[in-house]
Nanobody
Framework: QVHLVESGGGLVQPGGSLRLSCAAS????????MDWYRQAPGNQIERVAS???????NIADSGEGRFTVGRDDHKKTVDLQMNSLKLGDTAVYYC??????????WGQGTQVTVSS
């Protein structure tokens, strides 16, 4: 079993920044993916950022140039730095871990609200 703990959501004005963190614990071993997804009200869930053991991180088009993702395999953490936030970035953000393409785990979600 894998347990995910997310933190860092909140309320921010347009143009502001937030940093989301996710820490994994439990039965997790390489290779594994640690991603960030988000879901806005009425919208489908979408992947925001992805990282894979030994691979380059990837940011979705929606966050290109504004979001960066960093992963620490030793600590089993993944952080999402979000800058220049827009109203459209308002969503619940979820940490996602996929271990060996067979086991999938989701965090509880953290709310990000961009509002003036």
């Amino acid at each position: 079993q894998v347990h995910l703990v997310e933190s860092g959501g909140g309320l921010v004005q347009p143009g502001g920044s937030l940093r989301l963190s996710c820490a994994a614990s439990g039965d997790i071993f390489s290779p594994y993916a640690m991603d960030w997804y988000r879901q806005a009200p009425g919208n489908q869930i979408e992947r925001v950022a992805s990282t894979l053991s030994g691979g380059a991180p990837n940011i979705a088009d929606s966050g290109e140039g504004r979001f960066t993702v960093g992963r620490d395999d030793h600590k089993k953490t993944v952080d999402l730095q979000m800058n220049s936030l827009k109203l459209g970035d308002t969503a619940v953000y979820y940490c996602y871990v996929e271990v060996g393409k067979s086991r999938v785990y989701w965090g509880q979600g953290t709310q990000v609200t961009v509002s003036s």
